[in-house]
């Protein structure tokens, strides 16, 4: 089971970007899948989650109504598309994969985790 993250890169507040995850091994056994993001000096956190059969989606309350996050189940490929980013923002972005029913906002509920890739956001 793989996890691999990309998209990440350095961009100036307003715009946006857009993340990919590649996912290999049995995805018919992921229950959710999720974006989490750590800042320098700070916790890793929740930013968004998608449950991999029905397509509901949760967010962080500092990233409603600015990202999206999205499967396509052909392609075992989870998207994050982040509008109107900001400063605060910038942050290593993981993707992550767990099997059980709870836990989709806690990093401790998700067994399988992507690489990261770096968000930088110029003021």
């Known amino acids: 089971v793989q996890l691999q993250a990309s998209g990440g890169g350095l961009v100036q507040a307003g715009d946006s970007l857009r993340l990919a995850c590649a996912v290999s091994?049995?995805?018919?056994?992921?229950?959710?899948m999720g974006w989490f993001r750590q800042a320098p000096g700070k916790e890793r956190e929740f930013v968004a989650g998608i449950n991999w059969r029905s397509g509901t989606t949760y967010y962080a309350d500092s990233v409603k109504g600015r990202f999206t996050i999205s499967r396509e189940n052909a392609r075992n490929s989870v998207y994050l598309q982040m509008n109107s980013l900001k400063p605060e923002d910038t942050a290593v972005y993981y993707c992550a994969g767990k099997d059980r029913a709870w836990g989709m906002t806690t990093v401790s509920a998700y067994d399988y985790w992507g690489q990261g890739t770096l968000v930088t956001v110029s003021s």
């Open positions: 091994g049995r995805t018919s056994s992921y229950y959710d």
